[in-house]
């Protein structure tokens, strides 16, 4: 089951902050997100365990909320270099890596 | 560190063709995925192979497409005969083993368009 992510696009000024939702109906041993630019291949930004934690990097952080199937990454001050599709991987125990549909984010300057 | 070889970067073919994409995974990393995206069902995961044995096939579309890891150092993905909706970019990726923490790493895909 892929997972799903929330919302679809969206349009940032330079600076500014936007959340991307990401949940699960089945259990996860991780969350991995991923950052496509156009016409290149997706590229790892961090991982999640199992565990409730949070990771940072950069201005880009994410959350894993275990009991929920949960996951939220953060773009904080945003870049024009941010911009880009952000995809969610959810890995249960059969570690295979599920993509959600992606979420296009666009920053303004 | 070359990173994870695809090849074709490009590949036109006439419906009712083979095709054959092959991935030259990093060295050391023992998991291998192949990825399809289109715009329409974005990143589905076709097959997975751990230690070159494939672990879930269960994403492979018909049976007109078959993968392929005969060593650690190379995979194919097979379609044959290709039709027209199988146009997609694929995506071979691996990582180091199948329960490591680490991301898994892309090459650059294959844009397969089928005529």
């Known amino acids: 089951q892929q997972p799903v992510q929330s919302p679809q696009a969206v349009i940032l000024r330079e600076g500014e902050d936007a959340v991307i939702n990401c949940s699960s109906s089945?259990?996860?041993?991780?969350v991995h997100w991923y950052r496509q630019k156009h016409g290149e291949a997706p590229i790892f930004l961090m991982i999640?365990?199992?565990?409730?934690e949070q990771k940072g990097h950069d201005k880009i952080s994410a959350s894993f909320n275990e009991k929920k199937q949960q996951s939220s990454l953060y773009l904080t001050a945003s870049q024009l270099s941010y911009s880009g599709t952000y995809f969610c991987?959810?890995?249960?125990?059969?570690?295979?890596?599920?993509f959600g549909a992606g979420t296009t984010v666009t920053v303004r300057a | 560190d070359a990173g994870v070889i695809q090849s074709p970067r490009h590949e036109v073919t006439e419906m009712g063709q083979e095709v054959t994409l092959r991935c030259k995974p990093i060295?050391?990393?023992?998991?291998l995925f192949w990825y399809r995206q289109t715009m329409m069902r974005g990143l589905e995961l076709l097959i997975y192979?751990?230690?070159?044995?494939?672990?879930?096939d269960s994403g492979m579309p018909e049976d007109r497409f078959s993968a392929k890891m005969p060593n650690a150092s190379f995979s194919t993905l097979k379609i044959q005969p290709s039709e027209p909706r199988d146009s997609a970019v694929y995506f071979c990726?691996?990582?180091?083993?199948?329960?490591?923490?680490?991301?898994?790493?892309f090459g650059s895909g294959t844009r397969l368009t089928v005529v």
């Open positions: 991987g959810t890995e249960g125990g059969d570690y295979k890596l599920s």
């Open positions: 089945k259990a996860l041993y991780s």
């Open positions: 999640l365990l199992k565990g409730g």
């Open positions: 060295s050391g990393h023992n998991s």
């Open positions: 192979f751990n230690n070159n044995v494939p672990i879930d």
């Open positions: 990726a691996t990582k180091p083993d199948r329960a490591s923490t680490h991301g898994i790493v």
